[in-house]
């Protein structure tokens, strides 16, 4: 019997009916339906308890499942992808945000979730970053990511000055408003956004992206995963900059701290139901004329 994590943001009415949607099409399927205990109360006083709801703490629930259904958009896979990466869990999203470029369902294709009983899918292995925050030779924290780890002042938006090294050796010094590593998953992102170049997820590599740089020299760099990339904050003053990573995990980078990028041993898996390519996915998902 599969013992399937459902994911989701509760206290939203319209993300909350749509679980129950989902819930009622796994009804009658050989499947527990997880669900973090933190929801059962909310659940109850709304009149919205399910009977067929296995509560149970957070951590258990990741490490329980077979399968996670996510519903949400891309911001909520993010979420879950790094919890779920370290059990290899496969993920199957179902978007109801704007965008949803990593989920691979809408509610209006539900049928879907019928071949996760059956086996017909694949898993679509995401490449992952881990960032560590470096104080000198000092480990201070580190992390993993799916997307991307940007560097900036955070809200103010001044610029920063960074130094880029490779294997430990210089490659430039950047005056930008700040930097993004991002993932080939990333490229689609802030990174894109910023004027990165649109990376296939299966090329091994970090792309490097300058935000706003205040020079004419400065251009979205390319480097193979296996490379290690360090970056310094290079600041004249004591200034403190941000680290966040994957748009929801903030550190504090003070001046010569430096922030280490490697290829993690973790991937993300995506359930993906039908064959497509990555820039028909991209048309699609993104309505860009430019590729057409």
Same mark, same amino acid.
């Given at each position: 019997?599969?013992?399937?994590?459902?994911?989701?943001?509760?206290?939203?009415?319209?993300k909350?009916?749509?679980?129950?949607?989902?819930?009622?099409?796994?009804?009658?399927?050989?499947?527990r339906?997880?669900v973090?205990?933190?929801?059962?109360?909310?659940?109850?006083?709304? @009149?919205?308890?399910?009977?067929? !709801?296995? /509560?149970?703490p957070?951590? %258990? *629930?990741? =490490?329980?499942?077979? &399968?996670?259904?996510?519903?949400?958009?891309?911001?909520?896979?993010?979420?879950?992808?790094?919890?779920?990466?370290?059990?290899?869990?496969p993920?199957?999203?179902?978007?109801?945000?704007?965008l949803?470029?990593?989920?691979?369902?809408?509610?209006?294709?539900?049928?879907?979730?019928?071949?996760?009983?059956t086996?017909e899918?694949t898993?679509?292995?995401r490449s992952?970053?881990?960032?560590?925050?470096?104080? @000198?030779?000092?480990?201070?924290? !580190?992390? /993993?990511?799916?997307?991307? %780890? *940007?560097? =900036?002042?955070?809200? &103010?938006?001044?610029?920063?000055?960074?130094?880029?090294?490779?294997?430990?050796?210089?490659?430039?010094?950047?005056?930008?408003?700040?930097?993004i590593?991002?993932?080939?998953?990333?490229?689609?992102?802030?990174?894109?956004?910023?004027?990165?170049?649109?990376?296939?997820?299966?090329?091994?590599?970090?792309?490097?992206?300058?935000?706003?740089?205040?020079?004419?020299?400065?251009?979205?760099?390319?480097?193979?995963?296996?490379?290690?990339?360090?970056?310094?904050?290079?600041?004249?003053?004591?200034?403190?900059?941000?680290?966040? &990573?994957?748009?929801?995990?903030?550190?504090?980078?003070?001046?010569?701290?430096?922030?280490?990028?490697?290829?993690?041993?973790?991937?993300?898996?995506?359930?993906?139901?039908?064959?497509?390519?990555?820039?028909?996915?991209?048309?699609?998902?993104?309505?860009?004329?430019?590729?057409?």
């Open positions: 019997m599969l013992k399937i994590a459902l994911i989701t943001n509760f206290n939203i009415p319209e909350a009916n749509a679980a129950f949607v989902v819930a009622d099409r796994l009804a009658g399927k050989p499947c339906i997880l973090a205990a933190f929801n059962k109360e909310k659940l109850m006083r709304v @009149g919205k308890h399910r009977e067929e !709801f296995v /509560y149970m957070l951590e %258990a *629930v990741y =490490s329980e499942a077979d &399968v996670i259904i996510v519903l949400g958009g891309d911001g909520t896979i993010l979420e879950v992808a790094r919890r779920a990466a370290t059990r290899g869990t993920i199957l999203g179902i978007n109801l945000g704007r949803g470029y990593m989920a691979e369902l809408e509610m209006s294709g539900l049928d879907g979730i019928d071949a996760i009983f086996g899918y898993l679509d292995r992952m970053l881990r960032v560590e925050l470096l104080s @000198g030779n000092d480990l201070k924290s !580190f992390c /993993y990511a799916l997307n991307d %780890a *940007v560097i =900036s002042n955070g809200s &103010v938006s001044r610029i920063v000055d960074l130094e880029l090294l490779q294997g430990g050796k210089h490659v430039a010094n950047y005056r930008a408003d700040g930097l590593i991002a993932t080939p998953t990333g490229s689609t992102a802030y990174s894109m956004s910023a004027g990165g170049a649109v990376v296939d997820p299966a090329v091994p590599c970090f792309c490097v992206t300058p935000i706003c740089p205040h020079s004419f020299g400065a251009r979205p760099l390319i480097f193979s995963d296996s490379t290690v990339l360090e970056i310094r904050n290079t600041c004249a003053r004591e200034k403190m900059l941000y680290l966040t &990573v994957d748009g929801r995990m903030n550190f504090e980078l003070y001046r010569n701290q430096t922030v280490r990028i490697t290829k993690s041993d973790l991937k993300t898996n995506l359930i993906r139901l039908t064959p497509s390519s990555f820039y028909s996915n991209l048309r699609a998902k993104m309505r860009s004329t430019q590729l057409d």
